[in-house]
């Protein structure tokens, strides 16, 4: 049994910083790159960050430069650094895996797999 779970969100006023936790049961996330994606009410999913095994990180231009995704394998955890938060970071975000690595630039979602089942994050004053 796999899953992924994210943690961390909550709400916070613009400006403002979050750290979110993605953790791995029954699968080493060192093995796989892992996304970050978030969704708005009555927007698609978008791809937020996506780090490879090998620490290479990505990010999509809303977010570049504001946010941060780093991993640390010991504790089987991916991490996504929310800095500067704006009205339109407000989503659930959710991480997922890819096992291949090689399209983690783009940042896809239907280049990944397994899923964990969201935390949402509300930017408001």
């Known amino acids: 049994q796999v899953q992924l779970v994210e943690s961390g969100g909550g709400l916070v006023q613009p400006g403002g910083s979050l750290r979110l936790s993605c953790t791995g049961a029954?699968?080493?996330?060192?093995?796989?790159?892992i996304g970050w994606f978030r969704q708005a009410p009555g927007k698609e999913r978008e791809g937020v960050s996506c780090?490879?095994?090998?620490?290479?990180?990505y990010y999509t231009h809303p977010v570049k430069g504001r946010f941060t995704i780093s991993r640390d394998n010991g504790k089987n955890a991916v991490y996504l650094q929310m800095n500067s938060l704006n009205l339109e970071d407000t989503a659930v975000y959710f991480c997922?895996?890819?096992?291949?690595?090689?399209?983690?630039?783009?940042?896809?979602?239907?280049?990944?797999?397994?899923w964990g089942q969201g935390t949402q994050v509300t930017v408001s004053s």
């Open positions: 780090i490879k095994s090998s620490g290479n990180s």
């Open positions: 029954g699968l080493a996330l060192a093995d796989y790159a």
């Open positions: 997922a895996t890819e096992r291949s690595g090689r399209l983690c630039p783009w940042i896809n979602p239907p280049d990944f797999d397994t």
